[in-house]
């Protein structure tokens, strides 16, 4: 017998369809009613072999937020690339552009030239 799981986002609309609020529920209790501002989601299309996404964030997502989330989802993307496939030169490429990102966005400030 196998165990199946639900993960639900529970999105608050206003009138003009933003989102006002975000909630993250799963079926097996580990995640109720947990507040997020944001998320991305990509899936894989076997079919189409196509990548499908949703990116969707409320309203009260401030820029620098994120670019913090950016910056983080990167880095992971990254590690599951490498866990995944044992690219580790793709990977750290990969951690190479977060770095600069992060310096790019501000996240991180450059270490001033002595």
Known sequence: MTKKSKISFEIELNENNIPQSIQLNSSDGQLKNVEIKSFLISAWDNKTKE??????????????EMLIMYHQTLLSMASSLEKATNENNLADALRDYCGFFAEQSGIIKLKEKK
Do not use: A, S
């Open 51 to 64: 990548t499908l996404r949703i990116d969707l964030w409320t309203k009260d997502m401030m820029v620098n």
